[in-house]
C-alpha cells in the first residue's frame, strides 16, 4: 500500500515536472543587456527544454515601443520608461530592477588620463573641452565617442553626467560626437584611436580598453568602475537596470522574471560583469 | 460571342489594373508619407526644419534641424559619384571596346559580382580596413569620415554605371564607328568623340541611376561616416546622412510622437531630392533625343 501510494505521489510529481513551460518568448531592448538576457536565456532553456527565449538588441528605446506596440512578452531597459512612454501603454507596465551596471567612461592605453570628474567629463562630452592636453594628456583633438539617441545608455549618460555639471551651458552632446551603433563598436574604436573617449556598460570592459576613474567633485576621490563600487554607490555613473511586461506577466514572462530574480538568476548577473541586485 | 467579349473585358480590365498598380502603390507611399511628415510642421516651422543647424531629436526641448544631415547625404553622395563616374565610364568603355575574348567576360563577370556583395559586408571593410588607412594616411583624429562612406559607396554605384553604360555603348550601331574610323579617326577620336556622345543619354541615365542608389544607400554608409550631426566643412570630417538618421532613430520613437513625425519629413525630403534627380535624368533624355 504504502509503496503503491509513494508510487502515485512519484508519479503525479512526474507529471507535475512533465506538464511544464511551453513555447516561446521575445525579449526585446537594451544593447547594454543583450549579453546578459542572453545568459539568462541559455540557462533558462537548459532547464526548460520546449521553450525558446529570443534576444533582440536595437537599445532600450526599440524594446519599450516594441512592448507598446505588442510584438515582444517583455522589454529590456537600461533606463527608467519615461512618462510619455508610460502615457502610450493601454495597461499599466511592470517594472523589475533586475541588475545594476556602472557606466564606464574608457580611453586607449597610451592615454596618460586617468581620473576626471563628472564636470570634467561633461565639459569633454559637450565639447567644452576639445583638447587632451587641457587635461594633462598630449596634444590632441578629442574623439567623442556616443551611442546613438536610441539608446538607454545615452540618455543615462546625458541626464547624469551633464546634469551633474555646475553651469548652465549647453546640456547637450556636442555635435561633434560621433554616434555609434553599438557598444562594441565602441570599445573597438576606442582600441584603435589613441585621442578616444567613448562610454559604456562595465560589462563591455576589456584589457584593449582602460577605465578612467570618476570623481563626483573635484578633490574628491575617483572611483574606477568595479562590482563594490557600483553596489555601495561609490562609483557615481552606475544605474539599475530593468526588465519591463505589459501588465502582469502570466506562463512563460512569469516563470522568466523569476528565474532571473533568484539566487541563480542573479548569479549569472555577477558571472557577465553586472552587479547582482540582493 | 457576349460571353468572348465579356472574357476579353476581364482580361483586359486585370492587365489595366497590373499597369496601374505601381503607379498606384507609388502614390499611396507618397500620400502616406506626406500625412505622416507634415504633421510634424504644427510643432516646427518648415524654415526651422530644413535651416536648423542641430539635430538633438530627443532632448527637451526638441531641436529638429537637418540642415546638417541634407548636406552629410549631399557631401557623401558628390564624393562617391566624382569617384564612380570616372572610373566608371572608363571601365565601361574599356569592356566595350578595347577588351576582348575572356579578359571582357572575366571583367563583366567581376563586375557583376561586385553588385552582389551585400551593402552590409561592404560597411564591415569599410569599417575596418578602410577606415584605419584613412585616419594614419590623413593624419586624421578619426578615420569614419564622410570620405570613408563615399569610397566605400562608390563601390556600390560602380557596377550600376558600368553595366548601364557598357549596355549604352554596345547599342551604338556598328556604322557609327566604321564611319568615324573610315573618316580617319584614332581608335581614341573615335571613343570620345563619337561612341560617347552617340551613348550619352544613355550614359546620363547610368551616372543617375548610380547616384539614386548612393543616396538612398543606409546601411554601409551608417557604419562608416561617423554619424557625427555637424555641418560637415570636408570630406575627410564624420558625417550624419538621412538614411542613417531614419534607420538608427525609427525603432526608438513611439507611433505619433514628434520625432516619429519628423523621421518621415526627412522622408519628404529625401523623396523629393530622389524625385529630382530622376526628372532631371529625364529632361536630360528627352533633350538629347531631339
Known amino acids: 500500500m504504502v509503496a503503491l501510494a509513494l508510487g502515485l505521489v512519484a508519479a503525479f510529481a512526474q507529471a507535475g515536472a512533465t506538464e511544464e513551460l511551453r513555447g516561446s518568448l521575445q525579449i526585446k531592448g537594451s544593447d547594454t543587456m543583450v549579453n546578459l538576457c542572453q545568459a539568462w536565456a541559455e540557462a533558462f532553456m537548459a532547464r526548460h527544454p520546449k521553450v525558446t527565449v529570443a534576444i533582440t538588441g536595437g537599445g532600450s528605446g526599440t524594446g519599450i515601443a516594441a512592448l507598446i506596440g505588442g510584438t515582444c512578452a517583455l522589454a529590456s531597459s537600461s533606463r527608467k520608461i519615461t512618462e510619455k512612454e508610460r502615457a502610450a501603454y493601454p495597461a499599466p507596465p511592470q517594472e523589475w530592477t533586475v541588475a545594476l551596471d556602472g557606466l564606464a567612461v574608457v580611453v586607449h592605453p597610451k592615454n596618460p588620463v586617468r581620473q576626471l570628474t563628472l564636470q570634467q567629463l561633461a565639459d569633454l562630452f559637450t565639447g567644452k573641452t576639445r583638447n587632451w592636453k587641457a587635461l594633462g594628456g598630449s596634444d590632441a583633438a578629442v574623439v567623442l565617442l556616443s551611442r546613438e539617441v536610441n539608446s538607454g545608455t545615452h540618455v543615462y549618460f546625458k541626464e547624469h553626467v551633464f546634469g551633474a555639471s555646475k553651469d548652465g551651458g549647453p546640456k547637450e552632446f556636442a555635435p561633434e560626437a560621433l554616434l555609434l551603433p553599438s557598444s562594441q563598436a565602441i570599445a573597438d574604436e576606442v582600441a584603435a584611436n589613441p585621442a578616444a573617449i567613448g562610454y559604456y556598460g562595465m560589462g563591455y570592459l576589456n584589457p584593449k580598453n582602460v577605465a578612467v576613474g570618476v570623481a563626483k567633485a573635484a578633490g574628491e576621490p575617483s572611483v574606477t568602475p568595479s562590482e563594490e563600487a557600483v553596489r555601495s554607490g561609490r562609483y557615481p555613473i552606475s544605474r539599475p537596470l530593468f526588465l519591463y511586461s505589459r501588465n502582469t506577466p502570466q506562463g512563460l514572462a512569469k516563470a522568466f522574471i523569476e528565474f532571473v530574480m533568484s539566487a541563480d538568476g542573479q548569479r549569472i548577473v555577477k558571472q557577465i560583469d553586472f552587479v547582482p541586485v540582493q | ?290
Open chain 2, 1 to 290: 460571342m457576349g460571353w468572348q467579349r465579356g472574357r476579353e473585358r476581364l482580361i483586359e480590365g486585370a492587365i489595366w489594373a497590373c499597369g496601374i498598380s505601381s503607379i498606384a502603390i507609388v502614390a499611396l507611399i507618397f500620400i502616406f508619407l506626406l500625412r505622416e511628415g507634415f504633421a510634424l510642421f504644427r510643432v516646427v516651422s518648415v524654415g526651422a526644419f530644413l535651416g536648423g543647424r542641430h539635430w538633438y531629436p530627443i532632448s527637451e526641448p526638441p531641436q529638429f534641424g537637418v540642415l546638417p544631415l541634407i548636406l552629410g547625404s549631399c557631401w557623401v553622395t558628390a564624393g562617391a559619384a566624382i569617384l564612380s563616374v570616372p572610373l566608371g565610364i572608363a571601365s565601361a568603355l574599356f569592356i566595350a571596346e578595347i577588351a576582348k575574348g575572356w579578359v571582357k567576360e572575366a571583367l563583366k563577370t567581376g563586375i557583376e559580382l561586385l553588385a552582389a556583395i551585400p551593402s552590409v559586408v561592404l560597411g564591415f571593410i569599410g569599417i575596418t580596413v578602410l577606415s584605419p588607412f584613412i585616419q594614419q594616411t590623413f593624419h586624421l583624429p578619426t578615420g569614419l569620415t564622410a570620405l570613408t562612406g563615399s569610397i566605400t559607396l562608390a563601390f556600390m554605384a560602380m557596377p550600376t554605371i558600368v553595366s548601364i553604360t557598357e549596355d549604352a555603348l554596345s547599342a551604338v550601331p556598328r556604322g557609327y564607328r566604321e564611319a568615324a574610323l573610315a573618316l580617319g579617326a584614332t581608335r581614341w577620336q573615335m571613343m570620345h568623340r563619337v561612341l560617347l556622345r552617340a551613348a550619352g543619354s544613355g550614359i546620363v541615365a547610368a551616372v543617375m541611376l548610380g547616384i539614386g542608389r548612393v543616396i538612398g544607400e543606409t546601411m554601409a554608409v551608417m557604419m562608416v561616416t561617423g554619424n557625427a550631426a555637424v555641418i560637415p566643412r570636408s570630406l575627410l570630417h564624420p558625417v550624419r546622412t538621412m538614411t542613417a538618421t531614419i534607420a538608427a532613430e525609427m525603432g526608438e520613437t513611439v507611433r505619433g510622437s514628434e520625432h516619429y513625425f519628423a523621421l518621415f519629413a526627412i522622408g519628404i525630403v529625401l523623396f523629393v531630392i530622389s524625385f529630382v534627380i530622376n526628372v532631371v535624368a529625364d529632361l536630360f533624355l528627352h533633350r538629347e533625343r531631339t
